[in-house]
Every structure is written in structure tokens, then in C-alpha cells.
């Protein structure tokens, strides 16, 4: 007679099956943990740093006798940049503030002017043809979507525009301005604007004395978020401080209409009505004891307080950019630094607070600053007086 139970696993088959399933638990965990650490160290890997260009020292000493010709040959391969900007091709604008013109890195790494008239008379205004045209301490540059770079015009308060055909004319202020007046671009007057960025529908974001401002497509300006210093000395009611910017250095947009910004140790967003949020407050203290003789120069993007012979310095953000993934990057404290979902950050080039100039991926940074995108995790910014390229692809 036969049963049509299934005969019951031996002792041996049930531990049998245990051990597989006990195996597979193991590896799996090892797996997970291999990736976990394969991610964790990707996510901390340091890009490369690579040479695009080498200035020269920011002071040249020369003397009476020499040429008009001579002093300019002596100027024209030298640069003390301030902003940085990607035109078409990948090919990368610098603005010289020391001698206020434009300049490019060829695909040969050699530096060539296409804009500003450096000479005897040195800074100036005249619009016109672009090696003829005069500035007086160029800041920031972006190109919008035409093609066009705009400029800022430091003192002569005014943003210029050089078109891609050649010519610089005005495009928004009034020369000498010596405070914010909205209005019409023509009628409008800039004080001391610095960074600018371009968005995508021809808007253009300055920095002018702190406050934020905004040239629209139909030529007004207005001011999205004044300077708090400048609020307190109108007869406006100063709300809240978010309302108003305290130490406004670095703007970038996000290519979805927000603008990202730098402002003191707060990095933040504002929206398109012009509200504002508060992404990371980020800053670090060096203590710098027996400063009789302190000789370390010190980045503009640096707050410095003495104490007898002791030195606080406080370290902020200084520049800021995004990458293709909206990623948001930033400069402070000698490295560039990744900011993370849980408002911390991760260094991906230079040393926390070490000074320096060395290439490759133990690299070494001089106070950088205009971090700017340059194609897939690629980005350029400044490093002391060179420029350099950050791969974080590798």
C-alpha cells in the first residue's frame, strides 16, 4: 500500500539548506558593504588638478624710462584675474581687474585680449571696437544666450556689454554712480558691481554694493534683495534679516530659475517671487598665535580679528557654481567642497586650510575662488594667480 505523503527531509538535508541560506546571507552582506564602501569612497575621491594657465606675480615693478610699448608688452601676457566665464567651444574668459580688459585661454594654453585698451593712459571709459574700448576694473562675466558677454564695470558702475561682433558698447547704468537707483537700464545706476550671471531667458542677476539685483528682458532694473546696510539707511522697514543680504559675494543659477547665493557663512536660494531659504550656514576659525610678524596673506574671502598677538580668522564660502546634476559646489578655506543634502559638505580638491599650489589629486590650493562649470564634472576656477581645471570624473 502506498502513501501520498512526501517523505519528511533528513537531518542532514535541513541543515544542508540552512548552510546555503546562511552562505548567501554572508556574501550578500559583503557585497552590500563592498558597495557601501565603493560609494562612500567615491563620494569622498578628490578630483584632479590640472595647469590651464600660470600669471604672473600680481605687482610688476617697472621703471620710469620705460616705453608706452615696452610697458605694455611688460602687461600684456600678465593677469590678475577675477572672474571666469565658458563661451562656445569650451574655450574659457578671464577678466583682468588689474588691467581691465578680457582675456581667453587658447587650445594652446596661451593667453590672448579681445577686450580693453591697455596704455598710457590706463583705465578709462570709451565704448566701441573691443581692443579699443576702455574699462575701469572689470569684475564679473557671463555670456547670455546669444553669445554676448556682459560686464561688470567696477568703477566705472556700469555693465557693459561686448558683442560677438566685436564691438563694447553700455549696456545698463550710468558712469560714476555712487548708489542703487531702479529703473529703466538707461536710467538705472549701479554702485560697484561685481558678479553677474545671465539666465537662460536673458535676465541678468548683478551684485551691486551688496544688494541683488535684476535687469530684466524688457530693460528694468530692480532690486530683488537689498544690502541690510543699505535697507537701514532708507526710510524702508527692515522686516526680518532674511529679508536682506549681510555680506553678499557669489551668485549662480541653478537652470531652474532659482538663483543660489553666497552671502557671508549662509549659502541660499531665492526664488523666482523673490523669497529666500536657507540652504547651509558653513564657516571654520584659524587661531594664528605670536602674529608680530605674521606675513600669511590673507583672501578676500577671509574675516580677520586681532587679540593682542593673537589672530582669529574666519573662513566663509567664497564662490559658488552648480555641476549638470545640480550639484552645488563652492570655494572656502583652501579647497572646493561639495554641498550635501544635510547642509554639511565634502571636500573634493585642495586641504582644509592649507595653502598651496600643487597639481594632480593630492592637490594643494591658493586661496581659490570663480568656480565656475565647465562641461561633465568638469569645472575652472582660480588658484592663487593661475587658472585651473577640476576633473571629477576620475
Known sequence: MYSDRKPSPSKAQFFFHITIVFLILICSCKVGAEQIRKNSEAKNRQGTLSLLYQGSPRSIKTDDEKSEKELFDLVENKINPYALAVGEGGVVYVS?????????????????????????????FRDGKALQAKFHSIRGISFDRRGDLLISDLHNGLIRRLDVDGSVSTFAGNIGANENIDGYRSKATFRKPTSLVVDSTGQVFVISRGSLRRIGVDGNVNTLIPDCDELRNTSLILISQQHCMKDLNAIALDGSGHIVFVDGPRIGKVSSDGEISILAHLSEETVYKDVKNFEHRLGTDLKAIFEGDVLRVLHEPKSIAFDEDRNIYFTMNQTVRRLNRDGSATVVAGKIGKKGHRMGRDSLLDNPSALTFLSAKKFVLLSGNAIVELNLSN
Do not use: N, T
Not at 585680449?113 to 593712459?121: F, P
Open 96 to 124: 583682468d581687474r588689474d588691467h581691465s580688459q578680457i582675456k581667453l585661454i587658447g587650445p594652446d594654453r596661451k593667453l590672448s585680449v579681445v577686450a580693453g585698451s591697455y596704455g598710457e593712459q590706463g583705465f578709462g
